[in-house]
Structure formats: C-alpha cells, structure tokens
C-alpha cells in the first residue's frame, strides 16, 4: 500500500508533460539497479574472497553443494535473474525434478531439493521483482477511475479468499508472492493517494492526525505477535497511511528515514553474513541484532553518499517537461 500511495504522488505531483513515462522509469530503474548491483558487486567479491583463502564460498555455496543441478541453461537463467532481478520472484514457484533435476512448477517450493530460491543471491531482492512490474503498469493506473480500481480490488480480494480455501493454492508462495493477488494492495495504495491530496487541503488537527497515525504504527507493531486478524489490520494502516504522510512530508528526519530505507533492505543480510563469516559477533560480544542493525545502517549511509550524484541526476530528470 505504502508504495502505491508514494508512486501515485510522484506521477501525479512530480512526473508532467511529454514523455514522462519513460522519465518515470528510468528514474525507478536508477533508484533500484544502481545500488542493487553494489551490493550484487560486492557480494560477489566478498564470496569469491572467501573461497580463494578458505574453500568456502560463502552464500554462494550452494552452486558447489548442488554439482548436478547446475546446467549450463540453469547457470544462465540464475544469472540473469541475479542481476536483473525480474523473474526473481518465478523461483518461489519452482523447484528441481528428483528424476531429471531440470525445473518445475511446485506447490511447495520449501521442500525443492536444493530449494531454487537459494540460488538468489540477494534473497529478499525477489519483492523488488514485484514491484518492477508495478512500475512497468503505474503509470496507466493512476489515471483510472476509482471505480475501476475498486473493482479491481475487490476482484482480487475475492480471488484472494478462494486461493485461501483451496488447499494447494493455500500457501506462503502464493498468497503472499503471487503478483496478481499483490496488486491490490498497490492499488489500495493509490486510492490513499487520492483520499491524501482531499485532505491536504483541509486543516485536520494535528493530535487526531497524530492518533490515527500512531495507531497504524501501532498495529503494524503488534500484528505479528497478537496475530490480528490480517483484514482489520490492512484497514488500520490504511486509515493511517494519509495522516503520517501529512504529518511528516516536511520532515527532514522523515526524509532521511527514506533515503535510508532502500540501501538498509538491500543490504541488511550482506551486512549479516559478513559479520558473521568475520566472528565480529563473537570478537565484539554485541547482541547480534543489534550489532547487524549498527553496521547496516552505516553501510547504508555510506551507499547514500556513494550514489549521490546519481540521485541528483533523477531528481534533475523528474522535473523535465
């Protein structure tokens, strides 16, 4: 929802004029392949480092522990999803033959052995598949009706709840990575956007807008833990997704959040295994969460800066017309 909302805002308020969709997805792809492939880089770097002293390849051992899996067709399909990330989200879906160790389709792609998503080399980076493919259709979005985006909604809620009382559609891989059932979520998003840009022009006081902000941060916080029904849930962020944003969209702290979010999600688990293969966890005696948590931020610090003059390019970029 989060993002819907932040892309409807950015093409409504930011992207004008002739050829803005194409500005619009260069500047999407400068944002995530840029520092996608730093950490990709030094990964890489980092694994064959290890290899060259040790033996051991690190995360990508899995392409030494698994010999007979690894076609020439597999190596180049692996590849060209680690560096191009679409398609990164299929792996979730597949998992190797006992017979032939060539690919199928899974229902549970957990009990693949070995399992195909550990060929990713940056794991989490398969969410940023889906949002790619968003990327690739917001900008035709944004200018639908609410009708049409609600009933696109509501058909995917539906289609949500059937694949939920099936049994073989009733899993992780395809209630929670399966693009079609995604989408409203994104679409959500936008109608907030459109819901922010009425209120925005409405004095609202601050400590109700403040309420209902700390209440979606608060669900947020205890959803998990309380197991709160998921549908009550996604009402209270949304309800509270328009208030933070008026809230906090003249905050220079809010903003530097943002920078940080990106760099921070894309590294975090590079950060981890370094620290971990480097015994920092054992030298430094520092709670591993928290030590993990230090150092990520400090990276991603320093990829903000790294790559600064590439996101003043963007920002140039944005606002042609």
């Not at 794991?123 to 790619?132: C, D, K, M, N």
């Amino acid at each position: 929802m989060i993002s819907g909302f932040y892309v409807a805002l950015i093409l409504r308020e930011k992207y004008v004029g002739s050829g803005y969709y194409w500005r619009f997805i260069g500047n999407r792809a400068l944002k995530i392949f840029p520092m996608y492939w730093a950490v990709l880089g030094l990964l890489v770097i980092y694994c064959s480092r290890a290899y060259l002293r040790s033996g051991n390849f690190g995360p990508m051992n899995i392409y030494l522990e698994f010999p007979e899996v690894i076609s020439a067709k597999f190596l180049v399909l692996s590849a060209l999803s680690n560096i191009l990330i679409f398609g990164q989200d299929v792996a979730m879906f597949l998992g190797f033959n006992e017979a032939s160790n060539g690919l199928e389709f899974t229902a549970n792609f957990a009990a693949s052995s070995p399992p195909v998503f550990r060929f990713l080399l940056i794991p989490q980076a398969w969410t940023l598949a889906l949002e790619l493919m968003f990327y690739l259709i917001a900008p035709f979005l944004v200018n639908r009706s609410n009708l049409l985006l609600l009933a696109i909604v509501a058909l995917g809620a539906c289609l949500r709840f059937w694949f939920a009382q099936h049994n073989y559609f009733n899993s992780d891989q395809w209630l929670y990575r399966f693009f079609p059932l995604e989408l409203p979520f994104f679409l959500v998003g936008i109608l907030l956007y459109r819901i922010y840009s009425k209120l925005k022009s409405i004095e609202i006081h601050r400590v109700l807008l403040l309420c209902t902000g700390m209440m979606g941060l608060v669900a947020a916080a205890l959803q998990i833990p309380l197991e709160m029904n998921k549908w009550i849930f996604y009402l209270i962020v949304a309800i509270a997704i328009p208030c933070l944003f008026i809230l906090s969209k003249k905050s220079a702290l809010d903003r530097w959040i943002g920078d940080l979010s990106y760099p921070i999600y894309i590294s975090h688990l590079f950060v981890m295994w370094v620290l971990s293969a480097s015994d920092m966890f054992q030298k430094t005696g520092i709670d591993r969460g928290t030590l993990t948590a230090i150092c990520t931020v400090c990276f991603a610090v320093a990829l903000v800066h790294l790559f600064r003059p590439i996101e003043s390019f963007r920002q140039r970029r944005a606002v042609r017309v």
